[in-house]
């Protein structure tokens, strides 16, 4: 794969002129920090999300999925201690009024610098001693900095006088907490298992661009795996173990991740212990995955709140306990901006550079491409109900505008694995050529064997 030559700059142009990633409501002027995925930013996503849960869901004995609703009571965010204790310290610029997240401001300053959990006093102090400017004008006016809860209110109620306060959510790990009782009943899984889910999360916290890298709302995949307590801590090595194997599994070069431990003082308020697989980008070392041992902090806590048992009874024993749980969690918003970022690569052909992504033939958003070589109609005969066929089993596209080395170069640069060029001798010989991506050699196949050839490949 590529990487060394990628810029954020280069990598959020080809986003936008290929169709993967639009600027959100962009023909008003845009939302900061919104993103819409465009054609093929919406089928890598989902091809993602899909290998995923293929891996971690479908090719398992031991987990089950869950699709909660986005909005729940708000009890459940006070049990959780979100409500307490789900804060960004913010400090405000006095001379333009721009808002920051005071840790992002240091490491923005100095990236080797980890602040995480440290008091807003302590961030405040660093700021001033370390005459960190502001990022938007220049200047170094600063307000102290002080705690924001990052959940997004809203509120239901048919009037204005009836209304309540509500919360989006803030991850979704809760709702799977909440259906624990009703998922051991339903399903019979026996500990230890998992419960799986995908889904929007609302954070109302600063960020400071990079793409689509931090958002208001984004994606994410994550499991509660349920556990006695004596495994914690042989199931959380496995449990990073498979969050590797899955970045190996999606072509991600090894030498590009590394884990990071978090400290006592970063750790989350129901974490015993914290790891980050970090992804080295243009913009250095950032979080793409994170595994936590959340102990039984989370059962316990809705128990008390609801006035339910939220308890496993071991069939064989009859022993009664809390199961303690490691969570594994996946940011899909932010694993589909890695997996562009690694895919993305410049070579030299000749006297051009090439723009490839060389997307793992899973994840791309077309598997193959079919261009018959003009747009005569006896080539259309045959590329037409070409395409038509192999679209019952890949996601196909269809080009017949410009030079055959003008397509190749556009198949090229959104990650089409394989290129079927219809030419004035298949009329004769019945066959077609295949390109290959990545070392752009070319077989000739004939055509009633395309989808044996094919399986083979892309499998």
């Known amino acids: 794969m590529g990487h060394t030559t990628v810029t954020m700059e280069k990598l959020v142009a080809l986003a936008k002129q290929r169709g993967f990633v639009y600027s959100g409501s962009e023909i008003y002027g845009g939302l ?217 599994q999606m072509g991600f070069d090894p030498t590009h991740t590394r884990v990071r431990e978090h400290t006592q003082e970063e750790l989350s308020h129901y974490s015993k212990r914290t790891v980050d697989i970090e992804y080295l980008t243009p913009f250095g070392w950032k979080e793409l995955f994170g595994l936590a041992y959340r102990t039984d902090f989370d059962l316990k ?4 709140h609801s006035g339910q048992k939220l308890e496993y009874r071991d069939p064989v024993t009859e022993e009664v306990y809390v199961p303690h749980v490691v969570e594994p969690t996946f940011g899909l918003t932010r694993l589909t901006l890695m997996t562009m970022l690694e895919a993305y690569t410049e070579e030299q052909v000749g006297d051009d550079t090439r723009v490839v992504m060389k997307f793992h033939p899973s994840l791309a958003p077309y598997k193959i491409a079919v261009l018959p070589l003009s747009k005569k109609e006896e080539l259309q005969s045959i590329a037409r109900p070409l395409q038509e066929r192999l679209t019952k089993r890949w996601y196909t596209d269809y080009d017949e505008t410009q030079s055959i080395g003008k397509r190749y170069r556009r198949q090229d640069e959104i990650g089409t694995p394989y290129c079927v060029t219809v030419d004035f001798d298949s009329l004769e010989d019945k066959a077609v050529t295949i390109r290959d991506r990545d070392t752009m050699e070319q077989v000739r196949v004939p055509i009633q064997e395309l989808e044996t050839w094919f399986e083979s490949k892309l499998s």
């Open 32 to 248: 900061a920090n919104s993103w819409d995925y465009g054609p093929l930013g919406v089928e890598l996503k989902n091809n993602i999300r899909n290998l995923w849960w293929k891996k971690f869901v479908h090719a398992r004995t031991d987990m089950v999925g869950l699709d909660a609703a986005i909005m729940m009571n708000p009890k459940v965010w006070e049990a959780s201690g979100h409500v307490a204790n789900f804060s960004d310290a913010m400090i405000d610029c006095r001379n333009c009024q721009a808002r920051h997240r005071a840790d992002h401001l240091i490491e923005e300053a100095y990236p080797d610098m980890k602040v995480d959990g440290l008091p807003t006093s302590e961030l405040t102090k660093i700021i001033l001693e370390k005459e960190i400017l502001c990022p938007n004008c220049g200047k170094r006016d600063f307000t102290d900095a002080r705690e924001f809860n990052q959940l997004f209110q809203t509120s239901i109620g048919k009037t204005e006088e009836d209304k309540s306060t509500i919360y989006l959510r803030g991850e979704i790990a809760q709702a799977m907490f909440v259906n624990f009782k009703n998922i051991l009943e339903t399903s019979r899984k026996r500990v230890p298992f998992g419960i799986a889910s995908v889904g929007k999360v609302f954070r109302n916290e600063i960020t400071p661009g990079n793409f689509t890298f931090r958002t208001l709302e984004f994606d994410l995949m994550e499991f509660e795996y349920f556990i006695r307590e004596e495994e914690w801590e042989k199931t959380f090595a496995y449990w990073l173990d498979q969050m590797q194997s899955l970045l190996l």
């Open 301 to 304: 806590n809705h128990a008390q």
